[in-house]
């Protein structure tokens, strides 16, 4: 069959290098794609959230399935347009509905569901700016730090955590007030902290069924030591390897199971994935937030992991048969290294001949922010190459990936030399 993957980033390399292992995919067309993705696909120069765009496309090229990579296009309803429109209602699209894409895009819509399904999370309360005098008063009533996250899309830059009760009340003004971060921020969710470990938990469901996918652990600060500013993630493992058997039986029994039940409850129709950020608080799990969409770096170490085939297990979910799917995992530990630009997450050059690519190496470099010119691929973002590697454990599958970024270059590129500290 003919697939259209939407989006640009590591995530669809990564899912672009998976469907086309599989028998079923004739040919696979990535909008807008990179330049990795161009090396084994055929990238279109689409927009994701053009939607008439994208329906002209899929009728002219024979489009037999719709996976989409990023959030946007998700939030903006890509499910319900084509559901709703008898031209191409036939072609299933992996990912949710409109109403299911609030679980991400809309952090107060996320802990009412929450707390409606009786799910562990942090205790809330939500402010606009006409109300950031009791957002104040509700600060004072936290002990530090102090979290704040922007109600909308904020390109996983929304959430703020603070130690100083001032400086959370000037970071409230900032975000309510002064938009800091445009609309996103028109509504903010403050928080009570947990302190623990995190994870990522990954889900794929018909809507009735359910497949829990390997764990991750994304690593989401730009300094050693999970220090600095939040990137959109430097690097990430898979298994994670405290998640245990008697962990995950209650992730599955307080949070998964709820969460799926609570989406057929609310009858909101769900074809894709649930990525569940948790935090591990002595013994017990807690949902930090939704994401309505495979995690980027995550993609990058729990794709290569699943030894089914991705297509077919895209159509067992298309059909709602996803229960009888036969999910193969492999039992190696998958470790990813991002490599960036410099000055990310703030300013940085872009159009930095990378060399190296065409080495021998055991790893799988994903393309994240790349672009190909005049027979050069150069960098064309902050984060640019995604470096996975297998090993018997975290430790060796690391020290695979460094091994191969050794023999990569461009100016000024950055990683985090610690990825996996803290396990």
């Given at each position: 069959m003919n697939i259209l993957l939407l989006g640009s980033g590591g995530r669809e390399h990564a899912f672009a290098?998976?469907?086309?292992?599989?028998?079923?995919?004739?040919?696979?067309?990535?909008?807008?794609?990179?330049?990795?993705?161009?090396?084994?696909?055929?990238?279109?120069?689409?927009?994701?959230?053009?939607?008439?765009?994208?329906?002209?496309?899929?009728?002219?090229?024979?489009i037999e399935m719709v996976v989409v990579g990023p959030e946007d296009p998700l939030v903006n309803g890509v499910y319900d347009f084509f559901k709703n429109d008898a031209q191409i209602s036939n072609i299933p699209v992996i990912g949710p509905s409109k109403t299911g894409a609030?679980?991400?895009?809309?952090?107060?819509?996320?802990?009412?569901?929450?707390?409606?399904?009786?799910?562990?999370?942090?205790?809330?309360?939500?402010?606009?700016?006409?109300?950031?005098?009791?957002?104040?008063?509700?600060?004072?009533?936290?002990?530090?730090?102090?979290?704040?996250?922007?109600?909308?899309?904020?390109?996983?830059?929304?959430?703020?955590?603070?130690?100083?009760l001032q400086d959370a009340k000037d970071e409230l003004k900032a975000m309510l007030v002064d938009a800091k971060f445009g609309s996103a921020s028109a509504k903010v969710v403050i928080e009570e902290f947990l302190d623990g470990i995190e994870l990522s938990c990954f889900v794929l469901t018909d809507g009735k069924n359910y497949k829990i996918l390997p764990t991750a652990k994304d690593y989401k600060r730009i300094g050693e030591g999970d220090k600095g500013l939040n990137t959109g993630g430097m690097g990430a493992i898979s298994p994670v390897p405290f998640a245990d058997a008697a962990l995950m039986q209650k992730i599955e029994e307080r949070i998964v199971i709820p969460t799926i039940n609570g989406l057929k409850n609310d009858n909101i129709e769900y074809k894709g994935f649930v990525f569940i950020g948790l935090i591990k608080v002595g013994d017990n799990p807690f949902v930090i937030e939704y994401n309505v969409r495979m995690g980027d770096p995550e993609t990058e170490v729990v794709l290569p992991r699943i030894k089914s085939d991705l297509v077919a297990l895209f159509q067992s979910v298309a059909t709602e048969q996803l229960g009888d799917f036969n999910l193969e995992l492999d039992e190696r530990t998958a470790a990813t290294i991002v490599v960036v630009s410099g000055g990310y997450p703030e300013e940085f050059e872009k159009g930095k001949e990378i060399t190296g690519l065409n080495n021998p190496t055991e790893s799988l470099v994903f393309h994240a922010g790349t672009k190909e010119e005049n027979g050069k691929i150069l960098s064309n973002g902050g984060r640019v190459l995604a470096v996975t590697s297998y090993g018997n454990d975290f430790q060796e599958a690391t020290k695979k990936s460094y091994q191969t970024?050794?023999?990569?270059?461009?100016?000024?590129m950055y990683c985090r030399k610690d990825i996996g500290f803290d396990l």
């Open positions: 290098w998976k469907m086309t292992q599989s028998s079923l995919c004739s040919q696979l067309f990535v909008a807008p794609g990179n330049a990795g993705t161009a090396q084994i696909a055929t990238n279109v120069a689409m927009n994701p959230n053009d939607f008439e765009t994208v329906k002209q496309f899929v009728l002219d090229n024979a609030q679980l991400e895009g809309s952090k107060e819509f996320a802990k009412e569901f929450l707390v409606k399904n009786n799910i562990p999370t942090a205790k809330y309360e939500s402010f606009t700016s006409e109300t950031v005098e009791k957002g104040y008063a509700f600060l004072e009533t936290l002990s530090p730090p102090y979290v704040l996250k922007a109600d909308g899309l904020a390109a996983g830059k929304g959430v703020v955590i603070l130690d100083n970024i050794e023999n990569l270059k461009f100016d000024k």
